[in-house]
């Protein structure tokens, strides 16, 4: 069984830099590809950002390109996202969310575990 925890999230700045933490507990990071999502009252889920199994590589939603950062560190099971340049647009309940495989699914729905999602406000 796999658990996500996120951590990190809270209330900046706008043009404030913040990072979130996803700690991944039941398997190894080489054989998971994890991703975050963003969701705003109101809106629908949104895909941030994902880190490969097998290599390490990475997408980026346009709206967060060169902005943010996705790592990860297999030693501490731990996902990061190094957020920069943050808007108020960037608010919201930021979760973590893994899936086997190397497919990176924008669409959300082929993740199979989800952490409990992190706030995370951003004032203008």
């Known amino acids: 069984q796999v658990t996500l925890r996120e951590s990190g999230g809270g209330l900046v700045q706008a043009g404030d830099s913040l990072s979130l933490s996803c700690l991944v507990s039941?398997?190894?990071?080489?054989?998971?590809?994890v991703a975050w999502f963003r969701r705003n009252p109101g809106k629908e889920r949104e895909f941030v950002a994902a880190?490969?199994?097998?290599?390490?590589?990475?997408d980026y939603a346009l709206s967060v390109k060169g902005r943010f950062t996705i790592s990860r560190d297999a030693s501490k099971r731990m996902v990061n996202l190094r957020m920069d340049r943050l808007n108020p647009e960037d608010s919201g309940i930021y979760y973590c969310?893994?899936?086997?495989?190397?497919?990176?699914?924008?669409?959300?729905?082929?993740?199979?575990?989800w952490g409990q999602g992190t706030q995370v406000t951003v004032s203008s």
């Open positions: 969310a893994a899936r086997y495989g190397d497919y990176t699914d924008w669409g959300g729905t082929a993740y199979n575990f």
């Open positions: 039941g398997r190894s990071l080489t054989t998971l590809t």
């Open positions: 880190i490969r199994r097998s290599d390490g590589g990475s």
